[in-house]
């Protein structure tokens, strides 16, 4: 029996009554649900698991779950080339899951891996940098202090700032510019 063409309404059609058969125990029925079917969900094992005998492992858990499952397929929900091509994929995806990491055949390709992590002189420099911030806020007035830390390192708005406070927001606009002003001249000292 030649393989399922998706083309072919009647096939479709075909390949669910053969399904709903294999539910009854036609085992040829099952035999021709694998003709028609296998060479299809051989491809979608192969693609998700990129190596030929997994996949072909997989595909044979597969029909084995299809003759013992094939009851649970309903016509009105999926068709069964649907039905198949989930059942493959997902058994697929769970073998993949379930098999241990590859280790890396050439550790020289660690290298080429990128290191977003900050390094040591940065951290240092960071540490540095955030400590002279710290000091220069000290040196504003209270409320300037609090507006600026919560507008740059809250992400407040000046409109949410001005509501929380009871303020004008042209105030708190000025309030917090020459606050900066007085940081920027604290900070290049």
Known sequence: MPELDPADPGAARRLDALLEQVATGDRQAFEA?????S???FAICLHVLRDRG???EVLQDVFTTVWHKAAQF?????????WL????????????????PRP?????????????????GQVAEQASDRERLDDCLDT???RRRSLIRLAFLDGASYEELARRIGSPLGSVKSWI???????RVCLER
């Not at 309903?74 to 649907?82: H, L, N, Q, Y």
């Not at 055949?105 to 992590?117: C, G, K, L, N, W």
């Not at 510019?177 to 940081?183: A, S």
């Open 177 to 183: 510019r020459r606050g900066l002003g007085q940081l």
């Open 140 to 142: 504003l007035e209270p």
């Open 54 to 56: 997994d996949a072909e």
């Open 104 to 120: 890396l055949e050439d550790i020289a390709v660690a290298e080429e891996i990128a290191d977003f992590a900050p390094q040591p």
């Open 85 to 100: 091509s989930m059942a493959a994929r997902n058994r697929a995806i769970d073998r993949l899951r379930a098999a241990p």
């Open 74 to 82: 309903d016509r009105g929900k999926a068709s069964a080339m649907t």
């Open 33 to 37: 649900v694998y003709q028609l079917a």
């Open 39 to 41: 060479g299809r969900l």
